[in-house]
Structures are given as structure tokens and as C-alpha cells.
Nanobody, 124 residues
């Protein structure tokens, strides 16, 4: 397992942008597929985006397509989520997750390491 620490959350107006970062411990970061999930108030945690260890393949939830981009810098052991054109419905706690599966699906059980989350609040 790896230890994950998210940062970059905050309060932003609708239409604005935020970039979330997730720093991972360990020397084998590039072996892990990474993903972002989010939990909105009163809802279950949902998949947002994923990226393979090399960064060659990414996946996005329909709600994120055209607005969010996931990327990673293996030299810095960090994965990013660039969020543009934010909407009030994007308000949630955003979690970073790591999987030892090369290209995991979108289910939580496929990820074995989780960060504590960072709050994103989008005001209308």
C-alpha cells in the first residue's frame, strides 16, 4: 500500500477552476493506477477519473468529461485533477485512491489505498 495525501481543495464560484493534488509515499508510485472519487453530501462515493501507472490511459466519469483532466508526474509521486467550469453539483469531498491493478474499473473495491479527502465547495 501507499500513503496518499490530497490537497488543493477550497471554495470557488461556479465557472471557476481548481487543481487537486495527491502526493504518494514510496518508491513504486509508477506501478499504481490512480483515481479520484468524490462524495457529495448525503450521497455515496462516486468515481470521477482514473489514470494508469504510465499515464498513457485515462478514464473519466460522464459528469467530468469536457471539464476535468487527470494527470500524473511519476517523478514527483503526484497525481492531479484539473477541474474547470465547476458547478455547484461538483461540491463534494474528493478522494485520491491507488490500485495495483494495471487498469482498474470504477468500483471502490478495486482500490486498496485511500487518502483522507479534500473538500471542494462550489458556490452558485
Amino acid at each position: 500500500q501507499v500513503q496518499l495525501v490530497e490537497s488543493g481543495g477550497g471554495l470557488v464560484q461556479a465557472g471557476g477552476s481548481l487543481r487537486l493534488s495527491c502526493a504518494a509515499s514510496g518508491r513504486t508510485f509508477s506501478r499504481y493506477a490512480m483515481a479520484w472519487f468524490r462524495r457529495a453530501p448525503g450521497k455515496e462515493r462516486d468515481f470521477v477519473a482514473s489514470i494508469t501507472g504510465s499515464g498513457a490511459t485515462t478514464g473519466l466519469a460522464d459528469s467530468a468529461k469536457g471539464r476535468f483532466t487527470i494527470s500524473r508526474d511519476n517523478a514527483k509521486n503526484t497525481v492531479y485533477l484539473q477541474m474547470n467550469s465547476l458547478k455547484p453539483e461538483d461540491t463534494a469531498v474528493y478522494y485520491c485512491a491507488a490500485s495495483q491493478v494495471y487498469y482498474p474499473g470504477r468500483a471502490e473495491y478495486e482500490f486498496d489505498s485511500w487518502g483522507q479527502g479534500t473538500q471542494v465547495t462550489v458556490s452558485s
